[in-house]
Antibody, heavy 118, light 108 residues
Framework: QVQVVESGGGVVKPGRSLRLSCAAS????????MHWLRQAPDKGLEWVAI????????YYADSVKGRFTISRDNSKNTVYLQMDNLRVDDTAIYYC???????????WGQGTMVTVSS | SSELTQDPAVSVALGQTVRITCQGDDLRNYYANWYQKKPGQAPVGVIYHKDNRPSGIPDRFSGSRSGDTASLTIVGAQAEDEADYYC???????????FGGGTRLTVL
């Protein structure tokens, strides 16, 4: 079955960087777009970024554009989220999910916690 | 980008029917997807593309749309349905995905 496992979260100071990874299994990774999403403490779900199946198309939420970079390595069945110039309001659980059709998500992982604090 | 509005909280008596709504202009042209989020667990899709249930989702869950409002209906709510529910869609720009603020469902 579809499985994704996020890793790389931690505690960082504002302005620093962090790279998240999402290892996928149970499906043909190279055929699917992949999303990153997040949920800040006591807040709702927020979409962060998508990378299409071939890595050639990427879109970002306005809140992270210019600071976050999504990438993938289809040989390793892994998608990444490079997060630079982190801010306190980036504190959240970050989830990886598979694109389902053109507009939905499935196969969410358990998430990895990112805390940005001085 | 698009905005989706949900009631923050809804309650339902055990075994009764509840409707959770999601309102937004883009819903006139696009169907909402619905996700269930329980504390400490990954989100799970419960309704996709108007009214399609993934395998493993009970048939007491259904979706519908009227005008600018999408609805998630649970017929015969169970204790295990207590969760936060989010509507979501890909907005009309085609390059952003948005969620409603979420509705906390309490089963009494």
């Amino acid at each position: 079955q579809v499985q994704v496992v996020e890793s790389g979260g931690g505690v960082v100071k504002p302005g620093r960087s962090l790279r998240l990874s999402c290892a996928a299994s149970g499906f043909t990774f190279s055929a699917y777009g992949m999303h990153w999403l997040r949920q800040a403490p006591d807040k709702g779900l927020e979409w962060v970024a998508i990378i299409y199946f071939d890595g050639n198309t990427k879109y970002y939420a306005d809140s992270v554009k210019g600071r976050f970079t999504i990438s993938r390595d289809n040989s390793k069945n892994t998608v990444y989220l490079q997060m630079d110039n982190l801010r306190v309001d980036d504190t959240a659980i970050y989830y990886c999910a598979r694109a389902m059709g053109s507009d939905a998500f499935d196969g969410w992982g358990q998430g990895t916690m990112v805390t940005v604090s001085s | 980008s698009s905005e989706l509005t949900q009631d923050p909280a809804v309650s339902v008596a055990l075994g009764q029917t509840v409707r959770i709504t999601c309102q937004g202009d883009d819903l006139r042209n696009y169907y909402a997807n619905w996700y269930q989020k329980k504390p400490g667990q990954a989100p799970v899709g419960v309704i996709y593309h108007k009214d399609n249930r993934p395998s493993g989702i009970p048939d007491r869950f259904s979706g519908s749309r009227s005008g600018d409002t999408a609805s998630l209906t649970i017929v015969g709510a169970q204790a295990e349905d207590e969760a936060d529910y989010y509507c979501g869609l890909r907005d009309s720009s085609g390059n952003h995905w948005v969620f409603g603020g979420g509705t906390r469902l309490t089963v009494l």
